[in-house]
Nanobody, 127 residues
Framework: QVQLVESGGGLVQPGGSLILSCATSGFTEDNYAVGWFRQAPGKERYGVAAISTRDGMLAYADSVQGRFTIARANAKDSAANTVYLHMSALKPEDTAVYYC????????????????WGQGTPVTVSD
């Protein structure tokens, strides 16, 4: 059974940084897509970044390009099945609940492509 668990959300000041983690388990394939999505209050959920876990293919939304970095843990790390979202130069408009999602595909960028979802972790950017 595939499971995704996000962590790392919280309150951060504008201009600050935060790292979100998505621990995945249950995949039998060694290559699958993991994406980070966010949903702000009163708005639709949309994708901000995606990665292919084995091949390292990347994709970013224009709104976070250059500020956010999606990365997979080193295969030799104890958290080898973890995907991170490094967020820097945070802005109040980055405030949202952040979700990670996964699917057994090389890469996926659309919400409809993803099969498995985590519970979400809230990020608030405010003074």
């Amino acid at each position: 059974q595939v499971q995704l668990v996000e962590s790392g959300g919280g309150l951060v000041q504008p201009g600050g940084s935060l790292i979100l983690s998505c621990a995945t388990s249950g995949f039998t394939e060694d290559n699958y897509a993991v994406g980070w999505f966010r949903q702000a209050p009163g708005k639709e959920r949309y994708g901000v970044a995606a990665i292919s876990t084995r091949d390292g293919m990347l994709a970013y939304a224009d709104s976070v390009q250059g500020r956010f970095t999606i990365a997979r843990a080193n295969a030799k790390d104890s958290a080898a099945n973890t995907v991170y979202l490094h967020m820097s130069a945070l802005k109040p408009e980055d405030t949202a609940v952040y979700y990670c999602a996964a699917v057994a595909k090389l890469i996926a960028t659309r919400e409809s492509e993803y099969e498995y979802w985590g519970q979400g972790t809230p990020v608030t950017v405010s003074d």
